[in-house]
């Protein structure tokens, strides 16, 4: 492959681009090699609230999580485009003794009074959360990753092997591809499809976690709104299904009534890369001759979540 770099990141994605900005700010040359570009990956799907959603709890996720929380406020207050903090309800029909594993990341959670409580929920948390309109995110992020000097190759590879030599380091960043990259059968699809509808208004993030119909968002955006979900395991199909759309929208709007009537502007289906055993970040130096590789894929329903948290992480792997 005709690429020299210090660093060659395999991936476009929120994963690959966050990395890859990293490793230039810590002053590395790096290419990105992408079978599609930005706005054709998962990551343009993704509702991109910030929350831990489909990933294992605890330990370095949290941290990641909160690494990831700082870094979006601070680029919200830089007006990097795309990013907004926003009030979030999130609630249940169950009750949810206990703190959340992941509070610690988010300053000002406190647990919703009784007459906040969408009817037939019992419990939730208000909070701020940022959230990203990732199509304009993502190319920010590769408009900054060019101005640096990085270079964007479209090619879907058939191997890892293939863009050895061409760097020192590879950084794994391909999402689900990794299940074929290097074969990783623990990954598999999570299929999600999104409702976008005009804003009528809306400035809260509505959540219902455990809604017996099935998983309910509503995430406002500046101009649009999102409206999920679905979570179907195992499931490649990213053709929208009319009638699971129609049931989001119902849900949805008995959740925000203001919903009512808006009119539908886009259909989205999404991928989520989840992994048994949860997110794969470490550094491999038996897999590539001739290249360190670092392994940064599996972040399921939570990869803007967690994204600069793990960006950094890979970094420091890198070495
Ligand atoms: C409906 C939906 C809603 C979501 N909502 C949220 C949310 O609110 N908050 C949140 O944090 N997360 C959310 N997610 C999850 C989030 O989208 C993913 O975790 C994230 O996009 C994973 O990013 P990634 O960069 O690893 O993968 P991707 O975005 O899939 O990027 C993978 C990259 O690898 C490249 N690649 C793959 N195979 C090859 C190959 N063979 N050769 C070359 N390149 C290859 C691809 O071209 C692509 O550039 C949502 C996902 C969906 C589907």
Redesign the pocket.
Known sequence: MDVRADVVV???????LSTALRAQRAGARVAV????P?QL???A???????P?RVEAGGEVADWGAATYAELVRQAADGVPGVALRPTRMMAHQDTPGRPWWAEAVPDLRPLERAELAPGCVSGWAFTAPTVEMPLYLAWMLDRFRRRGGRLVT???DSLAQVAGAAPVVVN?????AR??CGDGALYPVR?Q?VLVRNPGLRTSLRIQDDPAGYTYVHPRSRDVVL??TFDEGSWDTAADPETARAIIARCTALAPRLRDAEVVGH?V????VRRGGVRLERDEATLPGSALVHN?G???????LSWGCADAAVELIG
């Open positions: 395999v991936g476009a994605g929120v994963i690959g090699v992408t079978a599609v930005p990956t998962t990551s799907v993704a509702a991109a609230v910030w929350y959603t090619r879907r590879l960043a391909s999402g689900l591809g074929r990259l999600g999104l999920g979900g989205l999404g991928l989520r890369p894929y972040h399921g329903g939570a990869g803007v979540t």
